[in-house]
C-alpha cells in the first residue's frame, strides 16, 4: 500500500465521518451554493473525513451530471479534511463517479451496494473489485442491504487490491466484525457505520472498532464530537446522559417512518438554522410535530453538553 | 385516460411482455449494433411488448448515456411493438429516462423501485407520482424488492395520475393482486411479473391476470408462446409436460446462484447462436456444466414444442 | 400403500379440511361439553375431514393431559367425518400424540414444526420419520414457519414411508406445489392449508390442487361451502362477490393484529351464537369494534350466499 | 420484590449462567442417572446459576412427564448453585412447569417463547404475566424468534408483576439493550443470551451487561470462565487468543448446520469423555469430521488458558 493510502487508512480508523447532506432548492434543483456553504460549516470542525453524497447526501436520488458538480464543490470546500466521495447505483455509473473522483482530488470512495440485484459473495467481489481497479484511490466497501459481505470475501479483497482499505460495516454482525478485526489487523480498516452509529459506538470501541459514521455531527457537531470523547475516555455519566435523553429519543424519531435516517439530517439543519433544502422523494420531510420534538431534542443536546465536564 | 393510453393498457392486458437482454460487448461496453439485431429479432416474434432496459436487460449497471443510446436503439428496432422502457435508480435519473423515452417515441415506461433506501407506502406513492407527473406517457410501476405496493396505494395512483397504469407484480401475494383485480377493474393494468413468471401463469390466468412477462420469450420464444397458449387454452398436458421437463429444471439452475435470473437469459441467448455478450458485476456468467445443462433443456423445450398438438 | 391409508388420501384430495376450535371455559380450563357440541356440529356440515387440536385448535398451548381428553370427545362425535389429529410440539409429545391419537381410532394425523428450534431438510426428514414410524395411521407433515419442506423432502419421505400421506402446505409457493403435484402424483397429498386458503382456493385449483383448509368453515360453513362450489365449478360471479365482500375484509380483520387468523374463528363462533369461550394467550380476542364488524361481515356473507344461484 | 428475589437477580446479574443438556440415552429415553452426574458436575464448576431443560437441555423436545423427572434431578444436584428452570411450549405446559419448578424448590424460571403462534407485544404481554401469576418464583423471558419483547412491553411486565425479574436477550439488538439499561436501572436483570453469547460479551459489558449464557461453559468450563474474566478484566491478549483461535472457529461449526448451536453442547460433552447420549431429532449430531475438528479446537482452548498468566 502505498503511503497515501497508508495515511488515509489511518485517518479513517479513528474519530467521526461526516456525512454532509446534498443541499436542494425547494424546486428540487441541486443548490451548488448551499452545498457549499453546508461543506465549509463541516470541514471547519475537523471530522476524520468528509463523505459527500453519501447515504446522508441522497446517493439515491442524485444523478451523474448532478453529481459531479456537487463533488467538485464538496472538495473545493473540505480544506485539509480527506473527502471520501460517495459511489454507487451499478457498476457504469459507479466506476464513471470513481473516476471523477480521483480526477477531482479525493483520495478515497466509499463504495455502496448494487442496485437492485442481488448477489452472491463471488458476485459481490467481482463488483468491488472491478471498481478498485478503475482507480488508484482507496476504497471502502459499504456493507448493507443486498451487498453484505462476509469476512472471508472482504479479507481476500485486501490481499488482492492495494487500494481495497476495508469496509464501513452498516449491520452490526459482531461474528464479522470480531474477524475482520482479529484476520484483518491493521491492514484492513473497519468503520462503525449502522444506521445512527453511536447506538453501536461503546461496544465497537470494546473490541477495537474506533470510527464511526454520524449523522448527528451533520446538523449537531458538538454534541456528536462530545460523545465520541466520552465513549472514547470512557466517562460514563456523559454517555449515559447523552444516550439516554438525546441518542434513544433520536432514535425513536428516526424509527417512526421508514427512510427517516436520512430526512433527520435535513430536519436537523432547518433546526439549527442551516437549512439544505427538501429530501427527494421517496423520502418524506418530517411533520410539522416530530420537527418540534427534534428541535427540543437538540436544545437537550446542548444543555447536556454546555453540563458536562469539559474533556480533558 | 386517453385513447393511446387506453390502447397500451389494453396491449398490456393479454400475452408475453419481452425483455430484451442489453448487449455488451466483451470489453464490457454497450454494443449499439448487437441491440438492434437483439431487438428486430424479438420484434419479430411480435410479443403484447417489448420491455428494453428492465431487468433482464440490466438496468442495474447502465449508466444514463448509455441507456439514451440502447433506448434509442430499441424503439428504432422495434416496429409496431409498442416499447415500455425500463426506468429507475433514483427520483433524478428517473424523470431524465422517462423524459428521454417520452421524446424517443415510447408510449410507455416501467418504473423500478429507488436505489437503496427504503420507504413506507405514502413515501413510495410519492416517488411514483413525481415520475407520473414528469410525462404524459403510461407508467406501470414494478412491485418489488424495496418498493412493493398495497393495494391501497396502487389504486389510489391510478385515480390521481391518468397515466398511471397499473402494477407488475414482481412479489405473487395473492391478496394484493386479487384486490387490485377486482376493485382496479379494466382501469388498472395487472402484469405477473415474478422471476420466470410461467410458475404463476396457470394461477394467474385463474384470477384473470391473462399477461406476464418471460424471460424465456427472450432467447425461446417459440417454447414461450407455446406454454402461453396452452395456460390460455387449459392444454393440460403441454402445460405439464413443458413445466416438468422445461419451466422447473430451468429454475432449478437459476437458483443455483443469486442473479441468475438474469444471467440465464444472456446464457440462453449464446446456447441458440444470439449470443448478447457477457453480464456485468455483480452479476456472474452461467459456469461450463450449467451451460451445458442449459443446452440440453433447450434441446427438449423444442422438442416438446415439436411433438406438441398445433394450436388451434 | 394399505386400503385405509388409500381411502383416507382420496378424501383428503378434495373438499375443505374443518379445524375446530378448542372449547375453554371463562376460567381458562378446557370445556369438553362445548367441544363435544361444536364438534357435532361440524360434523353435521360433512367436511371432508376433521382436524381438532390443529391451528385453529389453538395446539400451541393445549398440555398433552387436555389433549387426550379433546382429541377422546372429537373422535366421539365425529360420527363417519375422517378425523385427523393435530399432532406437534417437538419428539416426545408429537410422538405421544400420535400413539394416542392411533389408540383412540384417528385413521391419520397432521404434524406440525417442532418448537422453536430450526432444523435443515435433514432434520425435519430425520422429525418427520421419526413421527411415522411411531404409528400406523397416515402422516400429513404441515409446512410452515420454521418447518418448511422442499420438494425433494417431502417426495423422500413418501418414499421412505408408506403411511407419509403428503403435505398440507402453508407457505403458498408455488415452485414446491407444482414439483409435488407434478412429481408426486396420485400418491401425494397436497392440501392448500395457507391462512384464509381461500385466497389461494382458485389458483390452486388451476394446477390440480383440490382440497383447502378453511376457518371459515369452523363458524360459517354454508359460506364456507357455497364458496368451493363456486371456485370448483367456476361460477366466477359468485367467486367474485364472495371474494371481494366477504373473504377480503375478513382477511383485513385478521391481518390487524398478529395471532388473528386463530381469534377469528372464536370470534365468529361468539358472533353466530356458537360460543367456544376465549383464546388463550399469547392470543388476544378481538376488540368490540373488530366484533361488530365481524358481525356485518357475516351477514354480508350469509346475503351473498342467499342471492346466489343455487349450485347445479 | 422481596429479598430472595433481589438476592435471585443480584446473582443472575454478574458472570456465567449454565445450561446444563439433557441426557439422553442411545433409544432416546432420558437419562436420569446421567443427568444427575451431569448437572453436579456443571454445580461444582460453581456458575451463577444452572438452566435445566432450557435451550441447551433440548426443551423443545422433552414432554412434560420427562420434565418433572429432570427438574427434579436437577434441583437435587446443584447444591448452593440456584436454579432457573427452563419454562415454555405453550400457556397449559408452561403454567404447569412453572408450578412444579416452584414445588420442587427452583428459585426462577426462564419463559421461551409460546410455540408456533406468533403475537404482539400485547399480545406476549399477556403470555408473561398470565405465567407469572402462576407463581412466586422470579421469572425471566427469554427475547427470541417469535417472542421478541421491546423494551416498552418488558419494562412494564417489571412494573406490573414483582415476580418478573428482565429478560434474557437472544436477539442483540441494542437499541432495546441500552433502553433496557438505562431506563429498567437494578430493578431489571439483563442477562447477553444470544447463540455463543461470549461473541458479544465484551460489547455488552461496555454497556453494562455482565452476565451472559454459555454453551461453552457444559463441556469446557475452564476455558469458558478464564474467558470470562479476560472480558471482566479487560485482557486484551487472552480474550483475542481465545476469540480468534477457539471462539469463532467453534461457531464457524456451529453455523455449519441449523440447530448445531444446541448439538455442539452433546458433542463436546462426548468430547470430554462426559457423554449425555444423542440429540433429539430434528436435531442431528455432528458428522464425524465435525467432532474431529471440535476435538482439535478443544485441545486449543485447553492450551491457550493453559498458557495464559493466571487471573488475578
Known amino acids: 500500500m502505498d503511503s497515501s493510502l497508508i495515511k488515509l487508512a489511518k485517518a479513517l480508523s479513528e474519530g467521526i465521518l461526516a456525512f454532509p447532506a446534498t443541499a436542494f432548492r425547494d424546486d428540487g434543483a441541486i443548490d451548488a451554493d448551499g452545498m457549499a456553504r453546508h461543506v465549509a460549516t463541516l470541514a471547519a470542525e475537523q471530522p476524520a473525513a468528509l463523505v459527500p453524497i453519501g447515504g446522508a447526501g441522497e446517493i439515491f436520488s442524485v444523478d451523474p451530471d448532478e453529481y459531479e458538480t456537487l463533488l467538485d464543490v464538496a472538495i473545493d470546500q473540505a480544506g485539509d479534511v480527506p473527502v471520501i466521495a460517495g459511489v454507487g447505483h451499478g457498476l457504469a455509473t459507479a466506476r464513471r463517479a470513481a473516476r471523477a473522483a480521483e480526477r477531482l482530488g479525493a483520495p478515497g470512495i466509499l463504495l455502496f451496494p448494487p442496485y437492485l440485484t442481488t448477489a452472491d459473495q463471488a458476485g459481490l467481489a467481482h463488483y468491488v473489485g472491478a471498481v478498485c481497479e478503475t482507480v488508484g484511490i482507496g476504497v471502502i466497501a459499504y456493507s448493507r442491504n443486498n451487498g453484505i459481505f462476509d469476512a472471508e470475501t472482504a479479507l481476500r479483497l485486501a490481499e488482492r487490491h492495494p487500494n481495497f482499505l476495508g469496509v464501513k460495516d452498516g449491520v452490526g454482525d459482531f461474528e464479522t466484525i470480531l474477524k475482520l478485526k482479529l484476520e484483518g489487523g491493521d491492514r484492513f480498516t473497519l468503520i462503525n457505520?449502522?444506521?445512527?452509529?453511536?447506538?453501536?459506538?461503546?461496544?465497537?470501541?470494546?473490541?477495537?472498532?474506533?470510527?464511526?459514521?454520524?449523522?448527528?455531527?451533520?446538523?449537531?457537531?458538538?454534541?456528536?464530537?462530545?460523545?465520541?470523547?466520552?465513549?472514547?475516555?470512557?466517562?460514563?455519566?456523559?454517555?449515559?446522559?447523552?444516550?439516554?435523553?438525546?441518542?434513544?429519543?433520536?432514535?425513536?424519531?428516526?424509527?417512526?417512518?421508514?427512510?427517516?435516517?436520512?430526512?433527520?439530517?435535513?430536519?436537523?439543519?432547518?433546526?439549527?438554522?442551516?437549512?439544505?433544502?427538501?429530501?427527494?422523494?421517496?423520502?418524506?420531510d418530517l411533520t410539522a410535530e416530530e420537527m418540534a420534538q427534534l428541535e427540543a431534542l437538540i436544545a437537550t443536546g446542548r444543555r447536556i453538553v454546555a453540563e458536562a465536564p469539559a474533556p480533558v
Open 193 to 284: 457505520g449502522v444506521p445512527t452509529a453511536e447506538i453501536l459506538a461503546a461496544q465497537c470501541f470494546a473490541v477495537g472498532v474506533t470510527s464511526y459514521s454520524s449523522a448527528v455531527f451533520t446538523f449537531l457537531p458538538a454534541v456528536a464530537k462530545r460523545f465520541y470523547r466520552a465513549v472514547r475516555d470512557g466517562e460514563t455519566e456523559v454517555f449515559d446522559r447523552l444516550m439516554r435523553e438525546f441518542y434513544l429519543p433520536l432514535v425513536a424519531i428516526r424509527n417512526r417512518r421508514r427512510g427517516y435516517a436520512v430526512s433527520i439530517v435535513k430536519a436537523g439543519l432547518r433546526a439549527v438554522g442551516e437549512p439544505a433544502g427538501p429530501v427527494r422523494a421517496p423520502l418524506m
